[in-house]
């Protein structure tokens, strides 16, 4: 019968799960801003947009899924603004929402983006996991993130 963990096990657990995720969330944004001068906000509401219908999505949801702030979120949208990868579209049926949409400029370089990270994370996560067990992370985080949200 197995024995349950103790605390120090536990929490080496839990520590070298945080630290898998940092140095390879580093590696990856690292590669993504030296190859498209994407910050990690920027690439992550591009690759949340390119996964979009029509590419857009609300500014207050794509803020809320982004996980930044109202004015973290406006900083990052005028600068995808600027470098015309996004526009502001007021909707047509309530005044009050405003979406962020993907320029044609800007569905390339998310698309590219997007490819890229993918390439990465074969050669940063899958190559050294596998398949399987690349998968089985994934659902793992997916419980624990399903999970603790729910109580949260």
Same mark, same amino acid.
């Given at each position: 019968? +197995? ?5 120090? @096990? ?8 945080? @630290?898998?995720?940092?140095?390879? /969330? ?11 001068? %994407?910050? &990690?906000?920027?690439?992550?509401? %591009? %690759?949340?947009?390119?996964?979009? &219908?029509?590419?857009?999505? &609300? ?6 899924? #982004? ?13 995808? *603004? @600027? ?6 579209? +007021? ?9 962020? *949409? ?8 998310? /698309? /590219?983006?997007?490819?890229?990270? #993918? ?6 996560? !899958? #190559? +050294? %996991?596998? &398949? ?5 992370? #994934?659902?793992?985080?997916?419980? !624990? ?8």
């Amino acid at each position: 019968m +197995p024995t349950e963990p103790d605390d120090d @096990e536990v929490v080496t657990w839990w520590g070298l799960v945080i @630290e898998g995720y940092l140095t390879t /969330q580093d590696r990856l944004m690292t590669e993504i801003e030296k190859r498209f001068g %994407l910050a &990690p906000a920027s690439f992550d509401v %591009l %690759l949340r947009l390119v996964r979009s &219908p029509d590419y857009r999505m &609300p500014m207050t949801r794509l803020a809320h899924e #982004a996980a930044l702030s109202s004015g973290g979120f406006t900083k990052v949208a005028d600068r995808l *603004c @600027e470098a015309g990868l996004i526009r502001r579209i +007021p909707s047509d049926q309530d005044r009050r929402v405003i979406y962020a *949409c993907l320029t044609e400029h800007g569905i390339d370089i998310a /698309q /590219q983006a997007r490819s890229a990270c #993918a390439d990465i994370l074969r050669h940063t996560v !899958l #190559a +050294p %996991l596998g &398949p399987d067990a690349s998968k089985s992370l #994934a659902q793992a985080m997916r419980i !624990l993130r399903d999970t603790n949200s729910a109580e949260a």
